[in-house]
């Protein structure tokens, strides 16, 4: 996948959040994630709101529907559980603000994609809490698989990672962060992020 498409697919399953509740049957489940899709995409090609930053137009759609704190516990990795309440929580309010700005900052607008809902998965029987939920987006001629993980928090299900083509949102990140801790534990990773906001911020 050439990176501009990468990037389309990318913004696309990020920014696709969805909540569901425990009892509802396939067909409903993709009704709801295909309304969530479209209410996000109608806000990334909204061109009377463009001019407030893209990040903060979906931020809040994000920050309702995707487990954030789960996400940057498994970014980080077993070295998760060696950062203090106050490094966990201040880690997950920049890793927030990283993945968010990241790939709206990199979003190109061009041709809607087309997105075919498929059947939830539940990939593990004995873990009736984590599902699946397989689409295939169709972009420029080429289909793309990407799978939504969703585990179920409270009373609600989010989203804790994206696989585009196989690849794992998480296993991406971790690749990243992991190193960071190991090389200086959870201050280098801490440093590391702010310094990434900062660096989004001055461009």
């Given at each position: 996948m050439n990176l501009r498409l990468f990037k389309l697919a990318v913004f696309t399953v990020l920014f696709s959040s969805v909540g569901l509740a425990a009892a509802e049957p396939a067909a409903e489940v993709n009704g709801v994630v295909k309304g969530a899709v479209d209410e996000v995409l109608a806000v990334a090609y909204d061109s009377a709101t463009a001019t407030t930053p893209l990040a903060l137009r979906v931020r809040p759609v994000l920050e309702k529907y995707f487990n954030f704190e789960s996400i940057t516990r498994k970014a980080v990795g077993p070295g998760w559980q060696q950062f203090t309440p106050e490094q966990q929580a201040c880690t997950v309010t920049l890793f927030t603000e990283v993945v968010i700005r990241n790939?709206?900052?990199r979003f190109e607008a061009g041709d809607r994609p087309g997105i075919t809902y498929l059947a939830e998965v539940v990939p593990d029987p004995k873990r009736p809490n984590v599902r699946e939920l397989p689409t295939s987006i169709d972009y420029a001629g080429k289909k793309y698989s990407v799978i939504y993980r969703m585990e179920k928090s409270a009373e609600n299900w989010r989203i804790v990672d994206v696989k585009i083509e196989g690849v794992s949102m998480i296993a991406n990140w971790r690749s990243q962060l992991?190193?960071?801790?190991q090389h200086g534990g959870a201050p280098e990773v801490i440093a590391t992020l702010k310094?990434?906001?900062?660096?989004?911020?001055?461009?």
């Open positions: 790939y709206a900052d992991n190193p960071l801790f310094q990434n906001l900062a660096n989004s911020a001055a461009k």
